[in-house]
């Protein structure tokens, strides 16, 4: 497993370098099989308005699923504590869906995976304006309304954002706090129709209902 740490407004030691691998590594040992690459994000906020300051954040890559949490306390060890509980019970959350699958299905249709493209940028230097302040590459493999609702509760995330299977568009899955549920934005065409002929919002109040935020 490849363990990745890096940090902002704050120095990385050799004692949080460790402590981080002792609470990571123990956070996934029971789900090795499943963990490819295991990021954690430290940072310390300046801004006098955000409170708490100090943030952990772990993102695994896990079979081509991204498991992400994120924390924030007053003490970075503790905010480590606590993101390595909470990411340790999105894993298990994960597997027990992943065997619940396999269990109900006796007929699974074999999808080819799709190779990840490493260098997703080419040559090309990216220009960001200056209020943006990090950048992630994903790749999108196609997938359905049901398997981006799953990958929303697993990212720790208000959104997610994916390429539908049915249209290859991208699309943006979203939690709608104020009336309950989730909401999908798609792009619209020049007559003015979404792409499958509908605007879909709170979509997905069962789905969410079946699957709980932890």
């Given at each position: 497993?490849?363990?990745?740490?890096?940090?902002?407004?704050?120095?990385?030691?050799?004692?949080?370098?460790?402590?981080?691998?002792?609470?990571?590594?123990?956070?996934?040992?029971?789900?090795?099989?499943?963990?490819?690459?295991?990021?954690?994000?430290?940072?310390?906020?300046?801004?006098?308005?955000?409170?708490?300051?100090?943030?952990?954040?772990?993102?695994?890559?896990?079979?081509?699923?991204?498991?992400?949490?994120?924390?924030?306390?007053?003490?970075?060890?503790?905010?480590?504590d606590l993101v390595a509980?909470?990411?340790?019970?999105?894993?298990?959350?994960?597997?027990?869906?992943?065997?619940?699958?396999?269990?109900?299905?006796?007929?699974?249709?074999?999808?080819?995976?799709?190779?990840?493209?490493?260098?997703?940028?080419?040559?090309?230097?990216?220009?960001?304006?200056?209020?943006?302040?990090?950048?992630?590459?994903?790749?999108?493999?196609?997938?359905?309304?049901?398997?981006?609702?799953?990958?929303?509760?697993?990212?720790?995330?208000?959104?997610?954002?994916?390429?539908?299977?049915?249209?290859?568009?991208?699309?943006?899955?979203?939690?709608?706090?104020?009336?309950?549920?989730?909401?999908?934005?798609?792009?619209?065409?020049?007559?003015?129709?979404?792409?499958?002929?509908?605007?879909?919002?709170?979509?997905?109040?069962?789905?969410?209902?079946?699957?709980?935020?932890?």
């Amino acid at each position: 497993m490849k363990l990745v740490i890096q940090g902002k407004n704050i120095e990385i030691t050799d004692s949080i370098r460790e402590y981080v691998n002792q609470k990571i590594e123990k956070a996934v040992s029971h789900f090795q099989q499943l963990t490819t690459e295991v990021d954690v994000h430290l940072s310390v906020a300046k801004n006098p308005r955000i409170n708490p300051k100090q943030a952990a954040e772990v993102t695994i890559y896990a079979n081509g699923t991204v498991i992400r949490a994120q924390e924030n306390s007053e003490n970075m060890y503790a905010s480590i504590d606590l993101v390595a509980d909470k990411i340790a019970r999105q894993l298990r959350k994960y597997k027990e869906k992943r065997q619940s699958k396999n269990t109900k299905s006796k007929t699974v249709e074999v999808v080819a995976e799709q190779p990840v493209v490493e260098d997703l940028i080419g040559e090309r230097e990216p220009e960001l304006p200056s209020e943006v302040v990090r950048t992630k590459y994903f790749a999108m493999p196609p997938m359905t309304q049901e398997e981006a609702i799953e990958q929303l509760h697993l990212i720790d995330h208000d959104f997610y954002m994916f390429r539908n299977a049915g249209t290859g568009e991208i699309n943006v899955i979203y939690k709608r706090y104020h009336h309950g549920g989730l909401g999908l934005i798609q792009p619209r065409n020049s007559n003015g129709n979404s792409t499958n002929g509908k605007v879909a919002d709170g979509i997905a109040e069962n789905a969410s209902k079946e699957s709980t935020t932890v």
